[in-house]
């Protein structure tokens, strides 16, 4: 299996106009490396074509936080299943807007990436160029929010239902509670049961019935 360090050398020989920029990335467990954006299509393909690769197993996110910049990564992580099986590769590019983050789809060399690319401009904001049906996977068309970022916060924001009628009928909103008097946390250490390990809000004070305390 190839070291980061060899993967980095032969992609530095192939695109040496981008030799700077592609680099070893920190990684607890799998082989891992930056790449620049603007090389992300033509560097992934050479990596499914003369590495192997052949299987795009996710697509995600990161955002580093308001203030931070480069603000927005996106990760690929990369499977062989022919040419050297059970090889993992996890590739990352910055997107070069903090405030318009975007990204080359990788639609047209995996088409499974579809749906991730779709899940990622949902949560995340990050518009995929080229891909072919930029719609949002979870939430509604409309909703004018992305809920992974980390300036949303934990509890939601109240919106409109994006159902006209139903919200004429309910007189009802989108209310913020999705953790219910959250974050959650499960027991750690020692034996539990299933009961035990189901994770419980730290402050049960409140819920989607009963409205949070004023504080």
């Known amino acids: 299996m190839s070291t980061t360090t060899d993967i980095v050398t032969t992609l ?7 030799a700077e920029k592609i680099t070893p990335r920190a990684s607890a467990d799998h ?3 930056n790449i620049p954006a603007d090389a992300a299509l033509a560097v992934l393909a050479h990596l499914r074509d003369a590495h192997g690769f052949d299987m795009l197993a996710d697509l995600t996110a990161i955002d580093w936080s308001a203030g931070v910049s480069p603000r927005f990564t996106v990760v690929w992580h990369l499977l062989s299943m022919t040419h ?8 990352a590019a910055d997107c070069a807007s903090d405030t318009e983050p975007e990204m ?4 047209s ?3 499974g990436a579809d749906w991730h690319e779709r899940e990622t401009f949902d949560l995340m904001g990050i518009v995929f160029k080229g891909h072919p049906d930029p719609r949002r996977i979870l939430m509604w068309d409309g909703y004018p929010f992305h809920p992974l970022r980390k300036d949303f916060p ?7 239902l994006n159902d006209p009628e139903v919200a004429a009928e309910t007189k009802a909103k ?5 953790m219910a008097g959250g974050p959650f946390v499960a027991s750690s250490g020692g034996e539990m049961n299933l009961t035990d390990a189901e994770p419980r809000a730290k402050d ?3 819920n989607e019935r009963r409205e949070k305390p004023k504080t």
Not at 13 to 18: A, L, N, S, T
Not at 84 to 91: D, I, Q, T
Not at 174 to 178: G, I, K, M, T
């Open 31 to 33: 082989p891992a490396l």
């Open 204 to 206: 049960e004070s409140w």
């Open 104 to 107: 080359a789809s990788v639609t």
């Open 109 to 111: 060399l995996w088409a």
């Open 154 to 160: 934990l509890a939601g924001i109240e919106t409109e």
């Open 84 to 91: 050297n099986p059970g090889a993992y590769l996890r590739v």
């Open 174 to 178: 989108v209310r913020p509670a999705p």
């Open 12 to 18: 530095r020989q192939k695109f040496p106009q981008f």
